[in-house]
């Protein structure tokens, strides 16, 4: 960047010291002078057209090169949440054919238990967080309510059941909880 400016400044004194010479040069007082005089401020103002040229040129193969930089970041963005997740996949398959080779369904309860810890380690690796919903105060910024529920007065307000878990993503709601909200209905 420092480079580039110092390019920048050197480029202008030199421009501006042409146009002192041109300024402070004697004026031509033949037509052959005149002639050589135009030729050289047209050659002059073709390098410049040619200059500009370029840059635009560079400045357009730099917005492409961007844009496609850009379009890679998002098509592979979620490349080692995806990597982290297989490995979860294949937990599955294994349980599932244990399950039905042995049919023993504690060892498959055992089995869906370690891979929704798996699941939820490996959300919580790439910044996801569970949003803790029972007992708390309904909050219609992380909860959504499904339905009202008859409570007791110090449970006014508080979310008496979830239905799903609501998630953060680096500390911005990704999806919020589903609860029932208690409420105490004076009789």
Do not use: C, W
């Not at 599932?96 to 939820?120: C, K, M, N, P, Y």
């Not at 309904?138 to 449970?155: I, R, S, T, Y």
């Not at 953060?168 to 029932?180: A, E, F, I, Q």
Request: glycine content about 6%; overall charge negative; aromatic content about 6%.
């Amino acid at each position: 960047m420092a480079e580039e400016l110092g390019e920048d400044r050197k480029h202008t004194e030199e421009t501006q010291g042409s146009v002192e010479k041109r300024d402070t040069a004697p004026k031509p007082t033949s037509k052959k002078e005149l002639i050589a005089r135009l030729e050289e401020v047209e050659k002059e103002a073709s390098e410049n057209y040619n200059s500009y040229l370029r840059a635009a040129a560079e400045f357009e193969n730099y917005k492409k090169r961007a844009a496609r930089d850009r379009q890679d970041f998002i098509k592979y963005a979620n490349e080692n949440l995806l990597k982290d997740i297989l490995p979860t996949l294949d937990s599955m398959e294994r349980a599932l054919g244990q399950a039905t080779e042995s049919g023993d369904f504690e060892a498959f309860v055992d089995g869906l238990r370690l891979i929704r810890d798996t699941v939820i380690s490996v959300l919580g690796k790439h910044g996801a967080t569970k949003i803790d919903a029972v007992g708390k105060d309904f909050d219609p910024n992380f909860h959504e309510a499904l339905m009202q529920v008859e409570g007791e007065k110090e449970q006014d307000n508080k979310v008496a059941e979830e239905f799903e878990t609501g998630y953060l993503l680096n500390g911005r709601l990704l999806r919020p909880s589903k609860v029932s909200i208690s409420k105490h209905i004076n009789k």
